[in-house]
């Protein structure tokens, strides 16, 4: 028997997620980081919903040379750079190996900001509640280097959201992350987008559309 889509598109998804967070409306301290790129048409209706500024955390693996499918580590918006010393020694990669790779995921990072965000700086997190937002979960894997790299912006607060997720992932998320919320958590999971009727690519141009409407918006705090 063939299980229906549960969300029309990306945007219908953040809509019925913000439900689960209300909680968080009208607070001046909130603050909605979306995943790019299919995170942010989520996250936008979100920040909406609530009345939260919007921003972007863009989020890199670092893969082991020659096994890029195996994180040693991620780099994300802001300057954060995380190893995984026990992934590190145990493949045995060279201090130069972690530079290359570093300085590849690095000019892509820099380049996606620039094309999201503009010369626009990225929004304070330290002290305040952040809500991690994507389109949703397989592995969890992007999620978790999120959270430890917004752990090293000292935010008050960590929450994990997202529309659709395997109930595993969400449980291991929870070790890391303050509180999760995963609106559905269908089995047998499989895969982010058999859950969506239009999961299409979200572009560049897409993100930086909303992400400069979701500005021109306002919110709790200026931009």
């Known amino acids: 028997m063939l299980t229906p889509p549960l969300f029309r598109d990306r945007r219908h998804a953040g809509r019925l997620l913000a439900q689960a967070l209300q909680s968080y409306a009208d607070r001046r301290d909130v603050l909605v980081l979306a995943l790019p790129r299919g995170g942010v048409p989520v996250g936008f209706e979100v920040a909406r919903a609530l009345r939260a500024p919007l921003d972007v955390l ?35 990669v060279t201090k130069a ?49 999120a959270v430890r790299a917004l752990r090293t912006l000292r935010p008050a607060h960590i929450a994990v959201a997202v529309p659709t997720a395997a109930a595993d992932v969400c449980a291991r998320l929870r070790a890391e992350a303050d509180e999760v919320i995963c609106t559905t958590t269908p089995e047998p999971f499989r895969a982010v987008g058999l859950w969506y009727a239009d999961f299409s690519q979200t572009s560049d141009d897409e993100v930086r559309e909303l992400l400069d409407e979701a500005q021109a918006g306002g919110g709790p705090d200026s931009y």
């Open 58 to 92: 863009v989020v890199r693996k670092l893969g082991v040379p020659g096994h890029a499918e195996y994180a040693m580590g991620a780099i994300a918006s802001g300057g954060i750079r995380l190893l995984n010393d026990e992934v590190v020694q145990g493949m045995e």
């Open 97 to 145: 190996q972690i530079d290359s790779t570093v300085s590849a995921e690095s000019k892509e990072l820099h380049r996606r900001e620039q094309a999201y965000r503009g010369v626009r700086p990225p929004l304070a997190a330290a002290g305040r509640t952040v809500i991690l937002v994507d389109d949703g979960m397989a592995t969890g894997s992007t999620m978790l280097a």
